[in-house]
C-alpha cells in the first residue's frame, strides 16, 4: 500500500502509530525493504541511461563524480610527479659540494615550486580526489550534492595548476620559498610578477579547495544511506567529514594572507613592512594558522583510508572504532592551536613558546591512538600478505619515526638548534611521506578493481613498494645527520671540507632509487588502465571489503540505496549485493527521467526528499576558463582583459546555476517500496541551504582573519595609530547596515504571507543591496576625508584592506541582487519560498553583519578614539 507524504519538508513520511524520528520519517517503514519481486525490465536500463557519461570532446562537460574524481585522482598524481623531478634537479645539484648544476636564482625557484606544487597542486587536492571518486560510493549516493562544483572545483585546479607550474619554464616562478615570507616576498626584494604569479596562482587554487570541501561536508552529512546515522557511518567518511570542516576553517587564512601580500605589492600598502606600521611576523601567524593544520588535513583523510584498509587486511572489524572517530576530532581540534611551533626562534614570548611546545606535544596523543589501533587491529586479524598490506605496515613506520622528530622539533630549546636546518627537511617529508603518500599507493592497489575491474600487478608492485621504502630510508635518513652537522635549508651549494659531502651523496642515490619505484608504478598503472576490465560483481572486490563501495556498478554508483544496519553492510549480510543489484532498495531507478540522489537526515540518515541532479553541462568548464583567465591576468597586468575575464565568469556562474532551482512536475515520487517522498524543499532541510551556510563560514573566517589582522598590527606597532578615529558614519552606517540585514530576513516572510509575495521579496533583497552599497561608501567616505591613506601607515592598510575585502562581499551581493531580480522577471522566484532566496538571505544578512564589524572595530578600538 502506497503512503503520501503531507505538504511541507520535514516529514516526508509520518504515521501517528509508529515511533518518533528526526524527521518523522517512519523508521518501520525500513521492513519493506528488501522489496520481494522483479523490478520492471526497462527501469535498470533507464538508470544507466540517465547517468551515461557523454562520450568524445563531450566528455570534458561530464560533472559526475566518477569521472570528475578519476581525473582529478591522475591531476594531482601528475603534479606529484612533475615536483619530484624538481627535486631530482636539487639533489643532483647538491650530490657534491660547489656543484653549479643549475644557477642560484634557478635553484630557488626549484625549491619554492617543489615544496609549492607538493603542498598546494599535490596533498591536498589529492586526499580531496581520492574523496570525490570514493565518499559516494563508500555512503550510497549517487553522486556528490552539487556535481557541478566539483566540476568547476576540478578545472579551475587543472588550469590554474598547470599554468602556475609551467611558470619555471619562462623564469617566471617565484624564488621565496613555498611560504613567501615578506620582506623577502615583497616588492622591494622579489621585483617583477614571479611573486605575483605564486600569490594569485594559490589564492585561485584555494578557492577551488575550498568549494571542493563544501561539496563534501554536505555530502557527508546529507546524501548518506539510509540508516547510517553517525555510529554507523564509515570512519573515512567521518574523515572527510573532519577535513572539509578544517579546510573552511584553515584556508581562509591563506585566502587573507595572499590577499595582503598582493595588496602591499599592488599598492604599496605596508601591511608587512616594519618601517611604517606592519609586521612581517603577522604574515607568519596568518600563514601558519592555516600552514600547521593544512598537515593534519592532508593526514587525516588519509590516515582514515589506512583504518578502512586495515580493516579488510586484517578482515577484523577496527579496533577501538570510537576511539579513533575520537582521535580524528581531536587531532583536527588541537592542530589549530599549533601554529606557532614554527616560530619558536622569532623571540616568541615565553609563555606563548610554551603553550605551542605543549599542544604540539598533544597532537601526538590522538595520533599515536590511531597507531595503536591498527598495530591492535592486525594483530588480533589474519593478516592477508599483499601489496597494499606492504604499503600500509611501511607507511605506519615510516610516519611514526616522522612523529618522533616531530615531538623533537616541538621543543623550543631542540628546535633553536635544528631550526631551518635539514634535520626539519628530513622530519616533515618522514610524516608526509608515512601519513599520506604510501597510504595513497595503497589505495591505488586497493581500490583499483572497484575503479576498473582488473588489479594492479601483485608482482610489480613489491617491487614499487620497496623501491620507495628503501628509498626514503636511504634519501632521508642521512638528512638528520647533515642538518645536526650544520647544513641549512635552502642552499644551492655548500663548501666542501665539512664532511657533509658522504649524507648529501647517500641521499640523491636515494631521491633516485625512489624516482625509480614511482616510475615503475606508472608504467603499471598505465597498462593496467589501459585497458577496461570487464569483472563485475564480487570479483572486483579482490581483497573481500565490508563497505559499501565494492556494490559500485557504474555513474550511478549502486543499482539501489540500501538500508544500512551494520558498519561493513557487507560482512553483516551476505545477500545485501544480491538484493541491491536487483533493485530492491531505495531509487531503484529513475522516478522522475533525470539524475537523482537520496537525501537524508544529517544525524539518523532519514529519508528526506528526493534531490534532482543536473547533468553534464559545459558552464562549469568555461567559468573555470574564465576564472583562471582572471587571476593570471591580473598577475601580467592586462586589466582590460582581466576584466573581461571577470565578466564572463560572472555570466558563466549565473547560467550554470540558473537551472539549479528547478520545480518539476513531479511534487513527489515514489522512491522505493511504495515510500512517498518529495522532490522540492526550502530551508534548513535543503542541501543547498547548508552549502548557503558554510560559504558563510568561510567568509566569515576570512574577515576574522582581517580583524585579526589590524588587531596584531594596533598591539605590536601603535604608535603608527595617528589618524584619529573618524565617528561620522557610525549613526548613518548603523542604520543602512541594521536596514539591509532587517530587510533580507523579512523577504521570506513577505513572499509567504501576500499574495504578491514574489515581488515583495524581489524588492525587499534589492532595498537590502542597496542599502549595503550605502553603508559601504558612508564608511569609506569617512575615512577617506579623515586623511587615512592606505600606503601611509599599518592603519591605514589594514582599515582599506578590511574596506577593499568587504567591498569584495557587497559585488557579490550586488551581482546576486541583479541575479533574483532576473530570475522573479522570468517567474523563477515562486511564493511560498523557493531554494535561491533561501540561499541569497543568507549571504545579505552575513554582509551586513560584517560591514558592522569593519564600521565598528576601528572607531572603537583603541577605545575611545585618538
Given at each position: 500500500?502506497?503512503?503520501?507524504?503531507?505538504?511541507?519538508?520535514?516529514?516526508?513520511?509520518?504515521?501517528?502509530?509508529?515511533?518518533?524520528?528526526?524527521?518523522?520519517?517512519?523508521?518501520?517503514?525500513?521492513?519493506?525493504?528488501?522489496?520481494?519481486?522483479?523490478?520492471?525490465?526497462?527501469?535498470?536500463?533507464?538508470?544507466?541511461?540517465?547517468w551515461?557519461?557523454?562520450t568524445?570532446w563531450?566528455?570534458f562537460?561530464?560533472?559526475?563524480?566518477?569521472?570528475?574524481?578519476?581525473?582529478?585522482?591522475?591531476?594531482?598524481?601528475?603534479?606529484?610527479?612533475?615536483?619530484g623531478?624538481?627535486?631530482?634537479?636539487?639533489?643532483?645539484?647538491?650530490?657534491?659540494?660547489?656543484?653549479?648544476?643549475?644557477?642560484?636564482?634557478?635553484?630557488?625557484?626549484?625549491?619554492?615550486?617543489?615544496?609549492?606544487?607538493?603542498?598546494?597542486?599535490?596533498?591536498?587536492?589529492?586526499?580531496e580526489?581520492?574523496?570525490?571518486?570514493?565518499?559516494?560510493?563508500?555512503?550510497?549516493?549517487r553522486?556528490?550534492?552539487?556535481?557541478?562544483?566539483?566540476?568547476?572545483?576540478?578545472?579551475?585546479?587543472?588550469?590554474?595548476?598547470?599554468?602556475?607550474?609551467?611558470?619555471?619554464?619562462?623564469?617566471?616562478?617565484?624564488?621565496?620559498?613555498?611560504?613567501?615570507?615578506?620582506?623577502?616576498?615583497?616588492?622591494?626584494?622579489?621585483?617583477?610578477?614571479n611573486?605575483?604569479f605564486?600569490?594569485?596562482?594559490?589564492?585561485?587554487?584555494?578557492?577551488?579547495?575550498?568549494?571542493g570541501?563544501?561539496?563534501?561536508?554536505?555530502?557527508?552529512?546529507?546524501?548518506?544511506?539510509?540508516?547510517?546515522?553517525?555510529?554507523?557511518?564509515p570512519?573515512?567518511?567521518?574523515?572527510?567529514?573532519?577535513?572539509?570542516?578544517?579546510?573552511?576553517?584553515?584556508?581562509?587564512?591563506?585566502?587573507?594572507?595572499t590577499?595582503?601580500?598582493?595588496?602591499?605589492?599592488?599598492?604599496?600598502?605596508?601591511?608587512?613592512?616594519?618601517?611604517?606600521?606592519?609586521?612581517?611576523?603577522?604574515?607568519?601567524h596568518?600563514?601558519?594558522?592555516?600552514?600547521?593544520?593544512?598537515?593534519?588535513?592532508?593526514?587525516?583523510?588519509?590516515?582514515?583510508?589506512?583504518?578502512?584498509?586495515?580493516?579488510?587486511?586484517?578482515?577484523?572489524?577496527?579496533?577501538?572504532?570510537?576511539?579513533?572517530?575520537?582521535?580524528?576530532?581531536?587531532?583536527?581540534?588541537?592542530?589549530?592551536g599549533?601554529?606557532?611551533?614554527?616560530?619558536?626562534?622569532?623571540?616568541?614570548?615565553?609563555?606563548?613558546?610554551?603553550?605551542?611546545?605543549?599542544?604540539s606535544?598533544?597532537?601526538?596523543?590522538?595520533?599515536?591512538?590511531?597507531?595503536?589501533?591498527?598495530?591492535?587491529?592486525?594483530?588480533?586479524?589474519?593478516?592477508?600478505?599483499?601489496?597494499p598490506?606492504?604499503f600500509?605496515?611501511?607507511?605506519?613506520?615510516?610516519?611514526?619515526?616522522?612523529?618522533?622528530?616531530?615531538v623533537?622539533?616541538?621543543?623550543?630549546?631542540?628546535?633553536?638548534?635544528?631550526?631551518?636546518?635539514?634535520?626539519v627537511?628530513?622530519?616533515?617529508?618522514?610524516?608526509?611521506?608515512?601519513?599520506?603518500?604510501?597510504?595513497?599507493?595503497?589505495?591505488?592497489?586497493?581500490?583499483?578493481?572497484?575503479?576498473?575491474?582488473?588489479?594492479?600487478?601483485e608482482r610489480?608492485?613489491?617491487?614499487?613498494?620497496?623501491?620507495?621504502?628503501?628509498?626514503?630510508?636511504?634519501?632521508?635518513?642521512?638528512?638528520?645527520?647533515?642538518?645536526l652537522?650544520?647544513?641549512?635549508?635552502?642552499?644551492?651549494?655548500?663548501?666542501?671540507?665539512?664532511?657533509?659531502?658522504?649524507?648529501?651523496?647517500?641521499?640523491?642515490?636515494?631521491?633516485?632509487?625512489?624516482?625509480?619505484?614511482?616510475?615503475?608504478?606508472?608504467?603499471?598503472?598505465?597498462?593496467?588502465?589501459?585497458r577496461?576490465?570487464?569483472?563485475?560483481g564480487?570479483?572486483?572486490?579482490?581483497?573481500?571489503?565490508?563497505?559499501l563501495?565494492?556494490?559500485a556498478?557504474?555513474?550511478?554508483?549502486?543499482?539501489?540505496?540500501?538500508v544500512?544496519?551494520?558498519?561493513?553492510?557487507?560482512?553483516?549480510?551476505?545477500?545485501?549485493?544480491?538484493?541491491?543489484?536487483?533493485?530492491?532498495?531505495f531509487l531503484?531507478?529513475?522516478?522522475?527521467?533525470?539524475?537523482?540522489?537520496?537525501?537524508t537526515s544529517s544525524?539518523?540518515?532519514?529519508?528526506?526528499?528526493?534531490?534532482?541532479?543536473?547533468?553534464?553541462?559545459?558552464?562549469?568548464?568555461?567559468?573555470?576558463?574564465?576564472?583562471?583567465?582572471?587571476?593570471?591576468?591580473?598577475?601580467?597586468?592586462?586589466m582590460t582583459?582581466?576584466?573581461?575575464?571577470?565578466?564572463?565568469?560572472?555570466?558563466?556562474?549565473?547560467?550554470?546555476?540558473?537551472?539549479n532551482d528547478?520545480?518539476?512536475?513531479?511534487?513527489?515520487?515514489?522512491?522505493?517500496?511504495?515510500?512517498?517522498?518529495?522532490?522540492?524543499?526550502?530551508?534548513?532541510?535543503?542541501?543547498?541551504?547548508?552549502?548557503?551556510?558554510l560559504?558563510?563560514?568561510?567568509?566569515?573566517?576570512?574577515?576574522?582573519?582581517?580583524?585579526?589582522?589590524?588587531?596584531?598590527?594596533?598591539?605590536?606597532?601603535?604608535?603608527w595609530?595617528?589618524?584619529?578615529?573618524?565617528?561620522?558614519?557610525?549613526?548613518?552606517?548603523?542604520?543602512?547596515?541594521?536596514?539591509?540585514?532587517?530587510?533580507?530576513?523579512?523577504?521570506?516572510?513577505?513572499?509567504?504571507?501576500?499574495?504578491?509575495?514574489?515581488?515583495?521579496?524581489?524588492?525587499?533583497?534589492?532595498?537590502?543591496?542597496?542599502?549595503?552599497?550605502?553603508?559601504?561608501?558612508v564608511?569609506g567616505?569617512?575615512?577617506?576625508?579623515?586623511?587615512?591613506?592606505?600606503?601611509?601607515?599599518g592603519?591605514?592598510?589594514?582599515?582599506f584592506?578590511?574596506?577593499a575585502?568587504?567591498?569584495?562581499i557587497v559585488?557579490?551581493?550586488?551581482?546576486s541582487?541583479?541575479?533574483?531580480?532576473?530570475?522573479?522577471?522570468?517567474?523563477?522566484?515562486?511564493?511560498?519560498?523557493?531554494?535561491?532566496?533561501?540561499?541569497?538571505?543568507?549571504?545579505?544578512i552575513?554582509?551586513?553583519?560584517?560591514?558592522?564589524?569593519?564600521l565598528?572595530?576601528?572607531?572603537l578600538?583603541?577605545w575611545?578614539?585618538?
Open positions: 500500500m502506497t503512503r503520501s507524504a503531507p505538504p511541507g519538508v520535514a516529514g516526508a513520511v509520518r504515521d501517528a502509530a509508529t515511533q518518533p524520528s528526526e524527521t518523522g520519517f517512519d523508521t518501520t517503514l525500513y521492513e519493506r525493504f528488501p522489496t520481494q519481486g522483479n523490478r520492471p525490465p526497462g527501469e535498470f536500463e533507464a538508470l544507466k541511461k540517465v551515461e557519461t557523454p568524445g563531450r566528455a562537460s561530464a560533472v559526475n563524480n566518477n569521472f570528475i574524481g578519476f581525473l582529478f585522482i591522475v591531476t594531482a598524481f601528475g603534479f606529484f610527479v612533475a615536483a623531478i624538481l627535486s631530482l634537479v636539487m639533489r643532483v645539484q647538491l650530490a657534491a659540494p660547489l656543484a653549479g648544476i643549475v644557477p642560484q636564482e634557478t635553484y630557488n625557484q626549484l625549491f619554492t615550486m617543489h615544496g609549492s606544487v607538493m603542498m598546494f597542486l599535490f596533498a591536498v587536492p589529492a586526499v580526489a581520492i574523496a570525490v571518486l570514493l565518499l559516494p560510493q563508500m555512503i550510497a549516493a553522486d556528490l550534492p552539487f556535481p557541478r562544483l566539483s566540476a568547476y572545483s576540478y578545472w579551475a585546479y587543472l588550469i590554474g595548476g598547470v599554468v602556475f607550474f609551467c611558470s619555471i619554464f619562462f623564469s617566471l616562478a617565484p624564488s621565496g620559498g613555498w611560504f613567501m615570507y615578506p620582506p623577502l616576498s615583497s616588492g622591494v626584494y622579489a621585483k617583477g610578477i611573486a605575483d605564486w600569490l594569485l596562482g594559490i589564492g585561485f587554487i584555494e578557492i577551488s579547495a575550498i568549494a570541501a563544501i561539496e563534501l561536508i554536505v555530502g557527508v552529512l546529507r546524501t548518506r544511506a539510509p540508516g547510517m546515522t553517525l555510529a554507523k557511518m570512519i573515512y567518511a567521518w574523515a572527510v567529514l573532519i577535513f572539509g570542516v578544517m579546510i573552511i576553517l584553515a584556508f581562509p587564512a591563506m585566502i587573507m594572507v590577499f595582503l601580500l598582493e595588496l602591499e605589492r599592488a599598492f604599496n600598502w605596508p601591511l608587512f613592512d616594519a618601517t611604517r606600521g606592519g609586521d612581517p611576523l603577522l604574515y607568519q596568518l600563514f601558519w594558522f592555516f600552514g600547521h593544520p593544512d598537515v593534519y588535513i592532508i593526514f587525516i583523510p588519509a590516515s582514515a583510508m589506512v583504518s578502512a584498509m586495515i580493516v579488510t587486511v586484517a578482515q577484523k572489524p577496527l579496533v577501538g572504532h570510537e576511539i579513533v572517530v575520537l582521535a580524528l576530532i581531536a587531532t583536527g581540534f588541537i592542530s589549530f599549533v601554529w606557532a611551533h614554527h616560530m619558536f626562534t622569532v623571540g616568541l614570548p615565553g609563555l606563548s613558546a610554551g603553550y605551542f611546545s605543549a599542544a606535544m598533544a597532537v601526538a596523543i590522538p595520533a599515536g591512538a590511531q597507531v595503536f589501533a591498527w598495530i591492535a587491529t592486525l594483530a588480533s586479524g589474519k593478516v592477508q600478505r599483499n601489496v598490506s606492504l600500509l605496515v611501511g607507511g605506519i613506520l615510516i610516519f611514526v619515526m616522522g612523529g618522533l622528530t616531530g623533537m622539533v616541538g621543543m623550543v630549546a631542540f628546535d633553536g638548534q635544528a631550526h631551518d636546518t635539514y634535520f627537511v628530513a622530519h616533515f617529508h618522514y610524516v608526509l611521506i608515512g601519513s599520506m603518500v604510501f597510504p595513497l599507493f595503497a589505495g591505488f592497489y586497493y581500490w583499483t578493481p572497484m575503479i576498473n575491474g582488473q588489479q594492479l600487478s610489480v608492485g613489491r617491487w614499487v613498494f620497496w623501491l620507495n621504502f628503501i628509498g626514503v630510508h636511504v634519501c632521508f635518513l642521512p638528512m638528520h645527520l647533515s642538518g652537522m650544520g647544513m641549512p635549508r635552502r642552499v644551492d651549494t655548500y663548501l666542501p671540507g665539512r664532511a657533509m659531502e658522504v649524507p648529501n651523496l647517500i641521499s640523491t642515490v636515494g631521491a633516485f632509487i625512489m624516482a625509480a619505484g614511482v616510475l615503475l608504478f606508472l608504467i603499471d598503472a598505465i597498462h593496467c588502465y589501459g577496461q576490465g570487464n569483472v563485475g564480487d570479483a572486483r572486490n579482490v581483497y573481500k571489503g565490508g563497505t563501495e565494492w556494490l556498478t557504474g555513474n550511478y554508483g549502486i543499482r539501489s540505496i540500501p544500512v544496519h551494520d558498519l561493513e553492510p557487507l560482512w553483516a549480510d551476505p545477500r545485501l549485493r544480491q538484493d541491491v543489484e536487483a533493485g530492491r532498495y531503484p531507478g529513475t522516478a522522475t527521467g533525470a539524475r537523482e540522489t537520496l537525501i544525524s539518523r540518515a532519514e529519508p528526506q526528499y528526493v534531490q534532482i541532479m543536473p547533468g553534464p553541462s559545459w558552464w562549469p568548464l568555461l567559468a573555470a576558463l574564465f576564472t583562471a583567465g582572471f587571476f593570471l591576468l591580473l598577475t601580467v597586468k592586462a582583459l582581466s576584466a573581461i575575464c571577470g565578466v564572463l565568469t560572472v555570466v558563466c556562474v549565473m547560467r550554470w546555476v540558473w537551472s528547478r520545480h518539476i512536475p513531479q511534487k513527489q515520487v515514489d522512491a522505493g517500496a511504495g515510500i512517498i517522498l518529495p522532490t522540492y524543499v526550502t530551508g534548513p532541510p535543503s542541501h543547498g541551504w547548508w552549502a548557503a551556510v560559504l558563510v563560514v568561510v567568509l566569515g573566517m576570512i574577515f576574522l582573519m582581517s580583524m585579526f589582522s589590524y588587531l596584531y598590527l594596533f598591539g605590536a606597532h601603535p604608535d595609530w595617528k589618524v584619529a578615529a573618524p565617528r561620522g558614519a557610525l549613526v548613518p552606517g548603523t542604520l543602512l547596515l541594521g536596514a539591509s540585514a532587517g530587510l533580507a530576513f523579512a523577504a521570506r516572510p513577505l513572499m509567504a504571507r501576500f499574495k504578491r509575495g514574489s515581488g515583495l521579496s524581489a524588492g525587499t533583497m534589492t532595498l537590502s543591496m542597496v542599502c549595503l552599497v550605502a553603508a559601504l561608501a564608511d567616505l569617512d575615512w577617506w576625508n579623515a586623511g587615512l591613506r592606505g600606503d601611509a601607515s592603519q591605514g592598510a589594514t582599515i584592506a578590511m574596506l575585502w568587504h567591498g569584495t559585488l557579490a551581493v550586488v551581482l541582487a541583479f541575479y533574483y531580480l532576473a530570475r522573479w522577471m522570468r517567474g523563477l522566484a515562486p511564493a511560498p519560498a523557493n531554494k535561491t532566496l533561501e540561499a541569497l538571505r543568507i549571504l545579505f552575513y554582509a551586513a553583519l560584517e560591514g558592522a564589524a569593519g565598528l572595530l576601528p572607531r578600538l583603541p575611545g578614539g585618538l
